[in-house]
């Protein structure tokens, strides 16, 4: 049988027996056969809203069962689906639902209540929701398009990476191919589809044939108690699950987790301290620790075997992918010397949605082989790289801050915070953090008569995502700057690096 060339080819796959299961959520659980079903019959009420190929149909769901139907089956009529993170705030779902032209929201009555769309029409009383939106927006998408995740931007709302039908089955192909992933696998979701490697542990699974275990959870013995109960061998995270599981999960230490083959983090640096704990708690299971970025997906792995050897580091390249730094002056770097991560391989994305001179930032021509006309994804991550082809991270080019798994736009968090009327400026941070890998801190300038800080931070509670709200609001006289006017970032966070 040909290998699948779109993302709903997977669901029709020699492993996705009808009889086996595969997806499980609290009770409910769908078979291969069931899943198909389901998705042939939302792909019908899609079609019958007019909805067609290339269109962008948003997903707004919390993860279900139903949120993971609505991906084949808008993937089935040609559509792109845009998975939409329900902890986003009204007005940032607003953004992405205009910025990427949806025609059409998939939805449940709870999420779509605090929306306040004025322009859809009454939604039917089936299951999920299906509401006709009134795009301002036509724009065609490019050739092969499947879906668009959207992560915040350095420079204010978010802005959406596509990605091909070849990107994501690539992702898919070699995560499969290095963490030896079969049919007999049952994988723990905890991650949104809205992360590119949430939404690539149910692409892997399906590919397989094998069950993915849907968990939406607070505590963290409610994932050893899931892991436990069903068996799991396979368990994807960012690093303040891996925190939460090491210090808050009493269940750990006396559970057996026999079953757990292994477990991989993604989404930030894990500190090694934890990274001991969870080889304690867990000495049967291999801990794979990975390097990505939307834009590219996967770009680094740690084998197993190398954590002893190689402590605090990110990886080599991930199969099929070559993994490079670049120097300042546009030359590749020795071992040794920083340089910019550059990613050049099949799970390269598209670029940006409508976001043209952002994309020639990130995807450039190879500065090795220029005549190649092949475009590589320029990370922006300053790294170090071995003489064994091993990376190690130092830090970010930009301002973005990475806090519990999620990218967070300083613009937005301080265009939130200025929104209450409470400051006059306001310069937000990331600082180290071992459980977060960044803790959002805000520092500001207090406006005379102006609310205080902690009265400001419940007000940006109501607007921003709970993980982008600040952790504290410290109050100064006045924000450095640089020689030219600008705020001095790099001195806010060396003059508090005591606090960390």
Same mark, same amino acid.
């Given at each position: 049988?040909? /290998? ?20 499980? +959520? ?36 919390? #993860?279900?069962? /139903? ?187 006396? +559970? ?145 801050? #990475? ?30 953090? /071992? ?54 970032? #790099? ?10």
């Amino acid at each position: 049988m040909p /290998a699948p060339a779109l993302l709903h080819d997977l669901i029709d796959g020699p492993a996705c027996a009808s009889e086996r299961t595969a997806i499980v +959520a609290g009770t409910g659980r769908l078979t291969y056969g069931e899943l198909r079903a389901e998705v042939e019959a939302l792909a019908g009420r899609l079609r019958d809203e007019g909805a067609g190929s290339g269109d962008r149909i948003a997903i707004l769901l919390p #993860k279900s069962l /139903a949120e993971c139907v609505a991906i084949f089956a808008i993937s089935r009529i040609g559509a792109v689906f845009v998975p939409i993170h329900p902890s986003l705030r009204p007005r940032q779902v607003r953004h992405i639902l205009t910025d990427c032209g949806a025609t059409l929201l998939v939805t449940d009555a709870t999420l779509l209540a605090p929306l306040d769309l004025a322009t859809i029409d009454p939604p039917p009383l089936q299951s999920p929701l299906i509401v006709r939106l009134n795009p301002e927006s036509a724009t065609p998408p490019p050739a092969g398009l499947a879906a668009i995740l959207y992560t915040s931007g350095s420079t204010g709302m978010p802005k959406g990476v596509m990605l091909s039908h070849a990107n994501l089955l690539a992702g898919t192909r070699i995560v499969r191919r290095y963490l030896a992933i079969t049919a007999e696998d049952r994988i723990l979701s905890v991650l949104p589809f809205s992360f590119d490697y949430g939404l690539n542990q149910l692409l892997t699974s399906v590919e397989q044939g094998a069950c993915l275990v849907l968990l939406d959870f607070r505590f963290g013995d409610e994932v050893v108690r899931a892991v436990e109960t069903h068996g799991i061998t396979g368990l994807a995270g960012v690093p303040t699950l891996w925190t939460l599981l090491t210090r808050a999960a009493p269940r750990l230490a006396k +559970a057996d987790l026999s079953s757990l083959r292994y477990l991989t983090n993604s989404g930030g640096v894990v500190p090694q301290e934890t990274v001991a704990r969870l080889r304690q708690a867990l000495p049967h299971t291999d801990i794979v620790l990975m390097y990505g970025l939307t834009e590219a997906f996967r770009s680094t792995y740690l084998p197993p075997g190398e954590i002893d050897a190689r402590p605090g580091s990110m990886g080599r390249a991930i199969p099929e992918t070559e993994i490079f730094a670049v120097t300042a002056e546009g030359r590749r770097t020795r071992p040794g010397e920083p340089g910019i991560l550059h990613h050049r391989g099949p799970t390269v994305s598209l670029g940006y949605w409508n976001r043209p001179e952002e994309t020639d930032r990130v995807l450039v021509p190879d500065p090795r082989f220029p005549e190649d006309d092949v475009l590589v994804c320029r990370s922006g991550d300053l790294v170090v790289e071995d003489e064994d082809g091993y990376f190690r991270f130092l830090g970010r080019e930009d301002a973005m801050i #990475k806090s519990a798994g999620f990218r967070v736009s300083p613009t937005e968090v301080e265009e939130a915070l200025m929104e209450t009327g409470a400051f006059r400026a306001v310069a937000v941070i990331g600082l180290a953090d /071992a459980g977060l890998g960044q803790r959002i801190h805000a520092v500001a300038v207090p406006a005379e008569g102006g609310a205080a800080p902690q009265e400001a931070l419940q007000a940006v509670r109501l607007t921003l995502a709970p993980h982008m709200v600040p952790r504290a609001v410290e109050s100064v006289p006045v924000l450095p700057t640089t020689p030219n006017g600008k705020i001095d970032y #790099k001195r806010l966070v060396a003059e508090r690096t005591s606090y960390v």
